[in-house]
């Protein structure tokens, strides 16, 4: 009989061969044998994050669970979800049918429910049947006889902080009687604003501003992730070779935001101590929340400038810096703050916008450039979402980010943006000092071919070779390029 790491290693196999629905079979099929390994339900997840068209309509009790596990971040796995309840509701989802069918199965059923409580929905066709379900429920008042629908939608509002746009008759409608339980659909409620605090330069000040009422990342769980240690972390991208980095390390989370990242390298590297650092208030306090809930409470949340880290007193052993640096008023500068602070042998974790891939978003922003003058407020975030689904749904329907409030603003509104390309990071590597240990590629097909046509480049380090690739494949890192680089020293 074949074992669960035979099974697990052949999905992975046909993954990397573009046989994500081979794939998937052979990852349910370990998953079933053992429903609590790690392995099989990471695989399971990230494959059907990657395709979440592939058909998951027979193992909905499987989903459901994952939807629920602890293990699992749902964001993962929710669009399968989705797009396998938009195939069964089937003529119950068109505008023309009587909507109240189609509550009647919401309501009764167990998975849209599940869906709508664990995360925000990021299928564009779900969200427009359950806006216009949510609609109806408003304006003819039967949300009543749908408790756990209504409560189901008020949880998802909370996911996406009020994100799905509404018309002039249900905002009469809500200000009619804005303490019903409908309302909280529409309008839910959050912290007041933390205030800012003062930071010298203005483009700092106009970002913590931003982050201080929409903090973000928004996000309920993360993944779980194996634990290990910074040394044997880093080893995988030099063939194994010892970093001499200490056990008990220290790591450093840049921009933290709402903690997301210090989150998954706190279960990463159990035996370091993780401080996080953030300009906004509002984020640390979503942050220092989130941790909570999640056990993790070791996490040390900190208000500062990224320019100011040498004021923290202490070398870190890895830094992770994720969507920061772009936003910075000089991002090379603050880049260098980041690489003082960095220990000998230590290494960095960077992701930073692409000018190339970020094309769809200039494009999209074109199509709302009346509205990027206006000062921001949730209507404007919806009428942004409005506007964009109507007129440029291709551009923007597949990132996460559009898909609630302080996303679309930080997609699409940011108040200070300086995206890279490949030059630019040589470059500033070479100024700082600092070795390119990896770049990352989104997907296990792309990592293979990509060693077949470089079999020179083990490590994805021929800076040459991801230009000209991204130049073929201009939407290659619209997640962010995402590399890793060292400190000389040890």
């Not at 101590?273 to 929340?289: K, R």
């Amino acid at each position: 009989m074949t074992s669960l790491a035979e099974t697990i290693g052949a999905a992975r196999a046909l993954d990397e061969e573009g046989r994500p629905a081979d794939a998937l079979e052979l990852a349910w099929t370990a998953l079933e044998r053992a429903p609590d390994d790690l392995d099989a339900k990471r695989l399971v997840a990230a494959l059907l994050k990657r395709e979440p068209g592939l058909a998951v309509s027979d193992r909905r009790e499987a989903l459901e669970r994952l939807l629920s596990d602890p293990d699992v971040d749902p964001v993962q796995v929710a669009p399968a979800g989705w797009r396998s309840l938009l195939a069964e509701w089937g003529s119950l989802a068109d505008p023309s049918a009587e909507p109240g069918a189609l509550a009647r199965a919401v309501e009764s059923g167990t998975l849209a429910l599940r869906l709508l409580g664990e995360t925000h929905v990021t299928v564009l066709d779900a969200e427009i049947v359950l806006t216009r379900l949510r609609r109806w429920l408003l304006l003819s008042g039967r949300w009543r006889e749908f408790p756990r629908l209504t409560a189901a939608l008020a949880a998802q509002a909370v996911h996406n902080g009020g994100a799905w746009p509404f018309d002039d008759d249900e905002r009469e409608a809500l200000d009619l009687d804005p303490g019903a339980a409908m309302a909280v659909a529409y309008r839910p409620p959050r912290p007041a604003p933390a205030p800012t605090a003062e930071f010298i330069h203005p483009v700092t000040r106009r970002v913590a501003d931003q982050y201080r009422i929409w903090p973000y990342p928004t996000w309920s769980r993360v993944a779980a992730v194996a634990p290990t240690t910074i040394d044997r972390f880093l080893a995988k991208f030099d063939g194994g070779r010892a970093t001499g980095l200490p056990v008990a390390g220290e790591v450093l989370v840049a921009g933290c935001g709402t903690g997301r990242e210090a989150a998954i390298n706190a279960l990463r590297f159990p035996g370091s101590n993780v401080t996080g650092i953030d300009v906004s208030e509002a984020s640390l306090a979503y942050a220092a929340e989130r941790c909570r809930v999640l056990g993790l409470q070791r996490i040390d949340f900190r208000l500062l400038d990224l320019h100011k880290v040498g004021e923290l007193g202490r070398a870190f052993d890895y830094i992770i810096a994720s969507g920061v640096l772009h936003h910075l008023p000089d991002p090379e500068a603050g880049w260098a703050r980041l690489a003082e602070v960095l220990s000998p042998g230590g290494a960095m974790q960077v992701m930073l916008y692409s000018k190339i891939a970020r094309l769809n978003v200039r494009a999209a922003q074109s199509l709302i450039a009346d509205l990027r003058d206006r000062p921001v407020d949730d209507d404007l975030l919806r009428e942004v979402r409005r506007r964009l689904i109507d007129k440029g749904r291709r551009l923007i329907a597949g990132s996460t980010d559009f898909y609630s409030l302080a996303g679309v603003h930080d997609l699409l509104l940011h108040r200070h943006e300086d995206a890279f390309d490949v030059p630019r990071i040589v470059r500033a590597l070479d100024s700082l000092g600092l070795e390119l240990l990896a770049f990352d590629l989104p997907t296990p097909l792309a990592r293979a071919r990509y060693r077949r046509e470089h079999p020179h480049d083990p490590h994805f380090r021929d800076t040459a070779a991801w230009g000209a690739l991204e130049k073929r494949q201009p939407s290659l890192f619209s997640g962010m390029y995402k590399f890793w680089c060292r400190k000389p020293g040890r």
